[in-house]
């Protein structure tokens, strides 16, 4: 099993970055997929997360409005789309597939957002 990220960087306040999460060794359409990230000194948070079709996510508050994720069945991919960055969305991002008591993680990419 392996969940590789990719689109991490670093980006002015008010810029955009898409994320990907590419999956590979399950069925990538048969998991709940989600973004997490964690700040220096913080604990993990959920950012986003969707359904096994697409029908359906949720975001936490802070990023709602701002951040879109969606997902290609067809690709193994997940995406985040990230708009209206501010400083605070600093953070390692981590991708996440979930089905039942199978729960794997990415290795992260990192995004920075300042001047």
């Known amino acids: 099993v392996q969940l590789v990220e990719s689109g991490g960087g670093l980006v002015q306040p008010g810029g955009s970055l898409r994320l990907a999460c590419a999956a590979s060794?399950?069925?990538?359409?048969?998991?709940?997929m989600s973004w997490y990230r964690q700040a220096p000194g913080n604990e993990r948070e959920l950012v986003a997360r969707i359904t096994t079709t697409g029908g359906s996510t949720n975001y936490a508050d802070s990023v709602k409005g701002r951040f879109t994720i969606s997902r290609d069945n067809a690709k193994n991919t997940v995406f985040l789309e990230m708009n209206s960055l501010k400083p605070e969305d600093t953070a390692v991002y981590y991708c996440?597939?979930?089905?039942?008591?199978?729960?794997?993680w990415g290795q992260g990419t990192q995004v920075t957002v300042s001047s």
């Open positions: 060794g399950f069925t990538f359409s048969s998991y709940v």
């Open positions: 996440n597939s979930k089905r039942g008591r199978y729960d794997y």
